[in-house]
C-alpha cells in the first residue's frame, strides 16, 4: 500500500487541498494513494504496521518532520519513508536539495534514525536540523505570539531587526563542548546544528554535514547591536562565519549551554520559553 500522511490544519487549513494536489502530482507513480490525517494517528503503531514493499509520503514542513520522528526513534521502519514539501520549502530539504527527485520526493530513511537529541527542562526531544539558543529562539518566540493573536503573514527578518536593535536582552553563557568549558559575554546565539540550516534557509553551520557523528555548535558573542546585525545579514550565505572574533565553531558529540537568564530556545522551529540550560548529544 502507499500512504500519504498530513497535517489537515498545516498551511491555514489548507492541508487537505496540499493533498490533492500531490495526489494528482503522484498518480503516475502512487495510482492507489491512501491519504492519513497525522492528527490522533498513533504514528509508531502505524509505521510498525508497515511492510517492506509499502511506502509512506509524509507532507509537510519542518514541524510535522520533527513531531514524526520523535514518535519513531525507539522502532525500526521497514517500509520507504519519503517526504516532500507543499509548496513552500524547509530547512531540512533544502540541506539535502541535491537528492530530491524528479516528483519532489525525497528519501529519508537515512537521516530519520539515531537522531541527535537535546534535553531541556528535565524532557529530551530528538531533532532533525538544529536547536537554537537566543536572539534566533526569541524570534520564533515572538512569531508565535503574533499567530496566536491572529496574524497571517510573518516577517521573521523584521523581528529579528526590531530584537537586535533595542528589545533582545544579551545573556552571558557558560559553554561545554565535549568537557571542555568556556565562557562568553553578551551571546547572540549558541546553536547545535546537526544540519547547515534554520529559521527558513540560514546558513547557520555551512561547514555541517548531517551525516557526521558530530554537531556543530556555533556561537555569535559580543558584537555590538549594529555589528551584530550586519553579523545576521550574512547568515543566509554562511558568510558570518568569515567574522572570527564574534563567532565560534565547534564540532562536538556533546554541547551543553547555560544561560545567565532565562530565554527562548527553538528545536527545528518549535519554541519553548524561558530556558536557561540545555544539553544536545550525538552518539
Aim: proline residues 2%.
Amino acid at each position: 500500500m502507499n500512504y500519504i500522511l498530513f497535517n489537515p490544519k498545516a498551511n491555514n487549513n489548507a492541508g487537505e487541498k496540499n493533498v490533492e494536489v500531490i495526489t494528482e502530482k503522484l498518480k503516475h507513480r502512487f495510482n492507489d494513494l491512501k491519504s492519513i490525517s497525522l492528527i490522533d494517528l498513533d504514528v509508531k503503531n502505524f509505521m510498525l504496521s508497515l511492510k517492506n514493499e509499502d511506502n509512506v509520503i509524509l507532507l509537510g514542513g519542518d514541524g510535522t518532520l520533527n513531531k514524526f520522528v520523535n514518535q519513531i526513534q525507539d522502532i525500526e521502519i521497514l517500509c520507504k519513508l519519503y517526504l516532500t514539501s507543499a509548496g513552500t520549502g524547509n530547512d531540512f530539504l533544502n540541506d539535502i536539495k541535491s537528492e530530491i527527485d524528479s516528483d519532489g520526493l525525497a528519501l529519508i530513511n537515512d537521516y530519520v534514525k539515531h537522531l541527535p537529541y537535546v534535553i531541556v527542562n528535565e524532557k529530551k526531544y530528538y531533532f532533525i536540523n538544529g536547536v537554537g539558543f537566543g536572539i534566533d529562539g526569541q524570534v520564533c518566540e515572538v512569531a508565535d505570539e503574533k499567530i496566536k493573536k491572529g496574524a497571517k503573514k510573518i516577517s521573521y527578518s523584521a523581528i529579528c531587526m526590531k530584537l537586535a536593535l533595542c528589545k533582545y536582552k544579551f545573556p552571558n553563557g557558560k559553554i561545554v563542548v565535549d568537557g571542555v568549558e568556556i565562557s562568553k559575554k553578551k551571546i547572540w546565539i549558541a546553536s547545535a546544528m546537526n544540519g547547515r540550516f534554520y529559521g527558513g534557509g540560514l546558513m547557520i553551520a555551512p561547514s555541517q554535514n548531517r551525516k557526521d557523528k558530530k554537531l556543530m555548535m556555533v556561537c555569535i558573542h559580543g558584537a555590538t547591536r549594529l555589528f551584530g546585525l550586519m553579523v545576521f545579514g550574512s547568515l543566509n550565505k554562511g558568510n558570518h562565519i568569515k567574522h572570527k572574533k564574534i563567532v565560534e565553531v565547534l564540532k562536538a558529540n556533546r554541547i551543553e549551554v547555560t544561560f545567565d537568564r532565562p530565554t527562548a530556545l527553538q528545536i527545528d522551529g518549535e519554541t519553548i520559553s524561558g530556558v536557561t540550560h540545555y544539553l544536545a548529544v550525538k552518539e
